[in-house]
């Protein structure tokens, strides 16, 4: 028999493959392959694996790379069912710090303490001299790409365990968030109104919406009678400078935002002289065009625009303030103006009102105030009652 299937526990089989007689002591060699899920999980693996050995493919667990394991995830797995800016995004941690640093460990050798020490040596105060090492969110990241490949070697029955789950990672420090208040918001429109920008900067700060989304939009996705823009579709460069359109991640970011009369007037003025533009060079407008587009017609680059916002804000006395703020500034605004969360997570397109409330719920100041007078209110509202059903 070349292969069977044994149960080992109430999710898990192991296959042993029979490779033979080992030459020099005419023992039997026997390879032992661990799975998790039912006996026909198991018996599929087992097809895969004696076809592997009919084809010469097959690889010992114990004597395949690291590194072309890594290899191997990143062109079997990735490539087929994650988007292309995450691929190479894992492809760039790969092949810039896990492949040189682990690379010819072995996967079935490979330990927590080797990834520990990877974590450790690419932090900053990793390094014995302070210098050349990454920052904590760096560092998070690899390690998200060497557990995400790892949990798919456990899944193929290639390891028995994850060993990524037993490594401390570094956690990642809190980013302080920077918001406009409504003096920042009114002195840098009136730097962005002689800029080509001014359209994207104002639909940024009144609608909440992300780089990405809105240099997707078409003007097919905003209703300029209705007031309002459908997100379903966002923007990103890769690494080799290709454009690509993708889905929004979470249905929750596929979603229809509501535009204040001011931020469809400027909508309407931008979508007038866009066409005029078009008109003179020759090039049709329709509603597949780019709302936020070179003038003829090709995508902006998101670098591009996110360096014209470092210029603009500099300029208008606000350094520090990211493209990424009007978001934030958005939120925190509404909120103050006593909101609905609920309604702001919509606006935003959050998975959850709990992500929304985790985010902005420090950055209004005055909420926790206002609820306690309003608490305070109650009570005495119900005390005066009773006293005046009392005199009654």
Not at 138 to 165: F, Q, W
Not at 169 to 183: A, F, I, L, N, S
Not at 261 to 279: C, G, I, W, Y
Not at 286 to 295: A, E
Request: net charge positive; aromatic share 6%; charged share 25%.
């Amino acid at each position: 028999m070349r292969g069977h299937v044994v149960k080992r526990g109430k999710d898990s089989y192991s296959i042993v493959l029979s490779l033979g007689n080992d030459p020099a002591t005419g023992k039997r060699l026997r390879q032992w392959v661990s799975v998790k899920g039912n006996k026909k999980d198991a018996e599929k693996k087992l097809g895969e694996l004696l076809h592997q050995l009919d084809t010469g493919s097959f690889i010992k667990p114990d004597k395949l790379l690291f590194g072309d394991y890594l290899d191997q995830w990143l062109r079997d797995y990735c490539e087929c069912n994650l988007a292309p800016n995450t691929t190479q995004t894992y492809a760039w941690f790969v092949e810039k710090h896990i492949k040189p640093a682990l690379g010819q460990v072995a996967l079935g050798q490979l330990r927590p303490e080797h990834l520990q020490r990877l974590y450790s040596d690419k932090l900053s105060d990793g390094r014995r001299d302070g210098s050349g090492g990454l920052g904590d969110r760096s560092v998070r990241y690899i390690h998200t790409t060497v557990h995400r490949a790892l949990k798919s070697a456990v899944k193929l029955g290639m390891i028995t365990r994850n060993p990524a789950d037993a490594v401390d990672v570094p956690k990642v420090k809190h980013r302080e968030m920077r918001t406009m208040d409504e003096t920042d918001i009114h002195i840098l429109l009136e730097h962005a109104r002689s800029t080509e920008y001014y359209p994207l900067c104002y639909l940024a700060l009144f609608s909440g919406m992300r780089r990405s989304e809105l240099l997707a939009l078409r003007w097919s996705d905003i209703d300029l009678l209705l007031c309002q823009v459908s997100v379903t579709r966002t923007l990103h460069q890769l690494h080799n400078r290709e454009i690509i359109f993708r889905q929004p991640k979470t249905a929750k970011s596929r979603r229809l935002i509501a535009l204040t009369p001011s931020t469809t007037s400027v909508l309407r003025e931008h979508h007038d002289a866009q066409e005029k533009v078009n008109r003179a060079l020759g090039i049709p407008f329709n509603g597949d065009g780019l709302v936020f587009c070179q003038p003829d017609g090709r995508p902006l680059l998101p670098d591009s625009v996110t360096q014209a916002w470092r210029h603009l804000v500099k300029r208008a006395g606000l350094s520090g303030i990211r493209l990424h703020d009007c978001r934030h500034t958005h939120a925190s605004l509404l909120l103050k103006q006593g909101v609905h969360p609920k309604i702001v997570q919509e606006r935003l397109g959050h998975a959850s009102i709990q992500i929304t409330l985790d985010t902005y719920s420090h950055v209004a100041p005055g909420l926790q105030e206002a609820a306690a007078a309003r608490f305070d209110e109650i009570l005495r509202t119900k005390d005066e009652r009773e006293s005046v059903e009392k005199l009654g």
